[in-house]
């Protein structure tokens, strides 16, 4: 087996030297910031390729059953320090660099952040994978490489403008190619049935094809010398170059395949809730999910293995329904090409899927029209409608001749054209379909799939979503990690339960006095950041009241706003005592899908209010915004644990889950937040004198809808409301141009899908009960370390022991 290098300072330094010189071609006094980063990360992947390759062989010796995580999103973070302190090399590498006078804090500023994703659902994927490398678990991660990940933000007066993410400009050390691995996904063309010895068969007759590439990237464990991988397929095409074609002096046509194919893995699709529908995403879901598929047979299988014994040897963990297509690639392949009966590879595809819903937006749940997935993928509509077919004869023999029923349950929807319901079919193909909080998986039983929950009794369960406390404790917040191992020794890590002890200390006024010294470094920490970044200063003595999360409406940054309106109008007018008001920054970081066009205007506001609140006098030092742009995780892990209050603030029955949530709670803010998604089980476990809990309930939600939700009705009832909307509309935060903003403010009077307006007066009064608690900084910091205490739970690990316990079956292996 490949031995790793010692893991001592000098070995450290050899390694690292012969990596620059030999890796990079320089020596260390002409070597770049980037050689020496590169030559940094070359080395800590030597130490850790041993455990990488012996865990490879040994994941193939024993044959254990592994989860194929399939997602088309992965936010990954930097790399470089969650793999230093897998590997526990941290403190080695810095004295080693710090003998070669080199800054280690220089060298983390070279990394790019891979951000192959959009928001909650690419962040989970890549704590779940950290989880499954901790607890030993076989895993695959299987992904797209996209060439730019999500897109930069910047703000042109106030205004979010997008750059292109060039993450691999200067290529990434982190990834391993491997062109001998690719393989050749097909699309287009036509099917055709065919007499093969006496028994009917179908055969695809594809048009075009491209190459998928595949890249490996580690997934270290947290020191337990175990290494996972994350496999992302890369596109090129088949043959790149036509000479011919080139020769006959058509030169741009001579490349186009080959432009045309790595358009397949170019770029990420920015939505994270309302889907374009474009064929290029379905080229993108259906290339990855093939190439992910074919891998599993070819390198995962031995070539003579039992198909029926497939269930015992893998498990396809759905993303949501963007890998859906996965299910009938699998039964073309078991089908078609292994000539598989088609009942008994049904009942090998039941058992080998399961599905994961992130959202219960209706606008978010994919479908696409048969005209298109016929015309890309021929032979995955036909067997699409042969999967439909057997299941409405089973619903039919269940429930009788409700057409209705079988017209709302079919997975062929007919309006507004004839599409696949990808939720559907990813419900009916799926062992299991889990929600990711317990109010989410209630809703997707009673409200989103009924129907199919009644089918298929035990089909749907819950797991609720978790965060590795790796990256988002140990990582981010050193100083607090300290305090804890201090406390209760260093098995918190993977036993993040264990935070249970700290309960005890929340009564220890010196432990207390530490807790908030921690929150204060933490603060330090993120104001030389932002100012370093972008120009921003941080005042002491404020309350960090922050929201970061994608911009989305059902968010409702928008409440958020109004309070800070409300609270600088109370100020200017008189209203409100100056010396009364709590001092606050507010911190804002979020990305607006493109095309989304509300939700551009609403950074606008946001900017626009935090430039006036910020220049005024009138409110110096009391009150200030701060947006820092282009939020991403290694923004998170600087803001995360300097907040003091954390906006959880979504309309009860829309967030899914949340995750920044759990990440906020287990570094000591505490949430003012509906009863929403995780919010829900947050305050369970921390207790409702440690949770700042305002709104409507889902259930209350419901009803006023129901009952017909007119938004000017409260706007006419609260003075405070009144003034805060008249002030966006009269044109304060705009120069007295009433028309940039009146967009937003008319929305929300006439419209307000979100009931901002409903649960303005509540979030106001939550929000006093917030100033007046945090004027008792002592027991703010006791209720601060109770959270961090009860939240255990929230960690990624328990989530896998659930998706283990109650999906997947599979189990630590040697
Ligand atoms: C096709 C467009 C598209 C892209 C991404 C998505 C994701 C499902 C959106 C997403 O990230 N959902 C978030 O998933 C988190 C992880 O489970 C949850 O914590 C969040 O509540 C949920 O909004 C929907 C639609």
């Known amino acids: 087996p490949v031995a790793a290098p010692p893991s001592t300072v000098d070995g450290f330094v050899r390694e690292f030297l012969l990596n620059l010189n030999s890796g990079r071609g320089v020596t260390l006094s002409n070597a770049s910031a980037t050689d020496k980063y590169f030559a940094l990360a070359h080395t800590v992947r030597d130490y850790l390729m041993a455990r990488w390759l012996e865990d490879l062989r040994r994941q193939r010796e024993v044959q254990d059953k592994g989860v194929a995580y399939l997602s088309a999103e992965y936010l990954l973070g930097r790399q470089l320090d969650n793999n230093l302190l897998a590997s526990g090399l941290s403190e080695i590498a810095e004295e080693a660099l710090a003998a070669c006078g080199i800054d280690l804090d220089v060298l983390r500023q070279q990394e790019v952040e891979p951000g192959l994703g959009n928001g909650g659902l690419g962040r989970l994927a890549a704590c779940f994978i950290d989880s499954l490398a901790t607890m030993g678990v076989p895993n695959v991660g299987y992904g797209i490489r996209y060439e730019y990940g999500i897109f930069r933000q910047t703000f042109v007066d106030g205004q979010q403008a997008e750059q292109p993410d060039a993450w691999l400009s200067l290529g990434s050390p982190w990834e391993f190619a491997h062109p001998e691995g690719a393989q050749t996904i097909a699309f287009g063309g036509h099917t055709e049935t065919y007499d093969d010895e006496g028994v009917p068969r179908s055969r695809w007759i594809p048009a075009w094809n491209v190459q998928a590439v595949p890249y490996n990237y580690m997934v270290p464990g947290y020191q337990n010398g175990r290494v996972n991988t994350l496999r992302l397929w890369s596109a090129v095409a088949t043959n790149s170059f036509d000479l011919r074609v080139f020769n006959s002096g058509d030169y741009e046509e001579a490349v186009r395949a ?427 476990l921390v207790g409702d004198d440690n949770f700042f809990l305002f709104g409507m309930s889902e259930p209350e939600v419901e009803s006023l809808w129901a009952k017909g939700y007119k938004p000017s009705s409260f706007y006419n009832a609260d003075s405070g409301l009144r003034r805060s909307l008249d002030l966006i509309a009269a044109g304060a935060f705009s120069g007295g141009d009433r028309s940039m903003f009146e967009p937003i403010v008319s929305n929300l009077l006439y419209d307000d899908r979100f009931m901002v307006l409903a649960d303005y007066s509540a979030y106001i009064g939550a929000q006093a009960k917030v100033d007046a608690a945090y004027a008792d900084q002592d027991a703010w910091t006791r209720s601060a370390i109770l959270n961090v205490a009860r939240c255990g739970y929230f960690s990624s690990d328990r989530s896998m022991r659930d998706y283990i316990e109650r999906i997947w079956h599979t189990a630590p292996s040697f």
């Open 258 to 684: 080959q432009t045309y194919a790595e358009n397949i893995s170019k770029v990420l699709y920015p939505e994270d809730s309302t889907p374009q529908g474009k064929e290029l995403r379905l080229q993108q879901q259906y290339f990855f999910v093939a190439a992910s598929i074919r891998d599993v047979f070819d390198v995962m299988l031995p070539a003579d293995f039992e198909l029926t014994n497939l269930p015992e040897r893998i498990i396809f963990q759905l993303n949501d329904t963007h890998p859906v297509i996965a299910v009938p690639e699998f039964m073309r392949v078991l089908v078609d090409e292994k000539k598989m009966d088609w009942d008994a590879a049904w009942a090998v595809t039941q058992q080998c899927f399961a599905y994961t819903c992130h959202t219960l937006l209706p606008e978010a749940l994919e479908v696409w029209p048969v005209e298109l997935l016929g015309r890309l993928l021929p032979r995955h509509l036909e067997i699409i409608y042969r999967i439909n077919e057997d299941f409405l004869v089973a619903v039919r023999e269940k429930f009788g001749d409700d057409e209705m029923r079988i017209r709302d349950m079919s997975i062929i929807g007919e309006h507004p054209v004839r599409s696949v319901r990808m939720a559907y079919l990813a419900t009916v193909a799926g062992a299991k379909v889990n929600g990711v909080a317990e109010l989410h998986s209630q809703l997707l039983r009673d409200k989103v799939l009924p129907d199919f929950n009644e089918f298929y009794p035990g089909k749907f369960i819950n797991v609720t979503n978790g965060v590795t406390p790796r990256r988002f404790v140990r990582l981010s917040n050193p100083s607090l990690s300290g305090l804890i191992t201090d406390a209760l020794g260093t098995g918190w890590v993977t036993d993040l339960e264990r935070l249970r002890e700290l309960e005890a200390y929340a009564e220890d006024p010196e432990f207390r006095t530490q807790f908030a010294e921690v929150k204060a470094a933490n603060k330090r920490l993120l104001s030389d950041v932002l100012r370093e970044r972008d120009g921003f200063e941080v005042s002491d003595g404020h309350m960090l009241d922050v929201m970061v999360k994608r911009l989305h409406e059902y968010k409702r940054q928008m409440l958020k706003v109004l309070h800070i309106v409300t609270t600088y109008e109370g100020i200017i007018s008189g209203r409100v005592a100056v010396g009364d008001v709590q001092p606050r920054t507010f911190i804002f970081g979020a990305k607006a899908a493109p095309g989304y066009v509300m939700a551009k205007r609403i950074i606008h506001l946001i900017n626009a209010v935090g430039s006036v609140v910020n220049n005024d006098p009138r409110v110096e030092g009391k009150l200030k915004v701060l947006f820092p742009p282009n939020y991403n995780v290694t923004l998170a892990e600087r803001v995360i644990p300097a907040a003091d209050l954390s906006e959880q603030i979504s309309l009860a029955g829309k967030e899914a889950s949340g995750t920044g949530n759990m990440k906020f709670a287990l570094n000591g803010a505490l949430t003012i937040g509906t009863d929403d998604g995780a919010n829900v089980e947050i305050r369970e």
